[in-house]
């Protein structure tokens, strides 16, 4: 697929999305949308990624979804293109996925960082749901991800008076992971990925395998996984890798097999 609205690059092992549509503060288009799905998808299969990243550009990570281009649908439009479905393949990729976010994160620009692992945002960036001053609501998983990010009584808050919310605010809530100044985030970002690709591939999949299952399934089916995915590491080089490294009091090096 041609890339229009996004750019990407490799640095070593990490693989960065560039969202870019900056005249219109990278409002999420669906071609967009339909973009950066297929590009995390490339990067699930590229075997010299570990951990993708995800940034903006400008003064946004994303204003939202394009409310141009989406101000005339209706109901059964909505039904037949079924935009947000595409969002769910999300949820399939198993490398870490971390986001920069810079300025505005509103509405499907939230969702799409509240998407991804980890986020770490600069100091003037500005998070939240807009929606309800538009006469809708998020759609794209907002409800659900904010109240699982930081509980339902915060997060109804938030979406019901559709207000910004600064960076600490957002890290203070447990919404997102980091703040840095403006001038460090990519920067940051970067090499928190770096780190993230030096651990034990296999490692970091199967722990956030374990982790993205908590709350959807009793406390007793998320131990029995966790259990079954702690078993299965040690069929893996890494894991004897790791140990044998450990005794021999040298750094380990991971190959992911
Ligand atoms: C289309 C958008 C846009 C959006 C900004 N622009 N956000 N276009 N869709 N979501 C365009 C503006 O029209 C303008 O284009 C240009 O980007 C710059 O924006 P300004 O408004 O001039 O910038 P500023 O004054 O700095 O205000 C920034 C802002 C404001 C506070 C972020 O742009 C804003 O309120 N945007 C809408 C935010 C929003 O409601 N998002 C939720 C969308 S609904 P021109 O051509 O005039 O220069 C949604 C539903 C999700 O996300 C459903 C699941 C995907």
């Given amino acids: ?8 690059y490799e640095d070593g092992p990490v693989g960065v999305i560039e969202l870019n549509r900056p005249e219109v503060l990278n409002a999420l ?8 799905v297929a590009q995390l998808e490339d990067y699930q299969r590229n075997s010299a990624i570990r951990v993708i990243m995800m940034k903006g550009n400008g003064k946004a990570f994303a204003a939202g979804a394009d409310i141009e281009e989406m101000k005339n649908d209706t109901p059964t439009s909505m039904e037949l293109a079924d935009p947000f479905a595409v969002w769910d393949r999300i949820a399939s990729i ?29 100091e003037d960036a ?16 907002g409800t659900q991800l904010l109240s699982k990010a930081i509980g339902q009584r915060k997060a109804l808050e938030w979406i019901w008076l559709g207000e910004q919310m600064s960076a600490n605010e957002a890290l203070e809530l447990g919404a997102i ?7 460090l985030v990519e920067e940051e970002t970067m090499r928190l990925a770096h780190q993230l690709a030096e651990q ?15 709350s959807d399934v009793p406390l007793r089916e998320g131990m ?6 702690f078993y299965l590491l040690f069929d893996s080089q890494d894991q004897s890798e790791g ?10 090096h991971f190959k992911g097999e």
Wanted: with cysteine.
């Fill in 1 to 8: 697929m041609s890339k229009k609205f996004i750019k990407t």
């Fill in 29 to 36: 288009n669906r071609q967009m949308i339909d973009e950066i």
């Fill in 94 to 122: 198993k490398k870490p996925i971390i986001t920069a976010v810079n300025g505005f994160a509103l509405g499907g620009g939230f969702e799409l960082a509240l998407h991804c692992d980890l986020i770490v945002a600069s």
């Fill in 126 to 141: 500005k998070f939240g749901f807009p929606e309800v001053k538009l006469g809708v609501m998020p759609g794209a998983g």
């Fill in 177 to 183: 992971n980091r703040v840095t100044s403006k001038e």
């Fill in 200 to 214: 034990a591939p296999l490692s970091l999949r199967l722990i956030k395998e374990a982790v993205d299952v908590s």
């Fill in 224 to 229: 029995k996984l966790e259990r079954k995915n």
């Fill in 243 to 252: 140990m044998q490294a450990f005794v021999e009091k040298r750094p380990p």
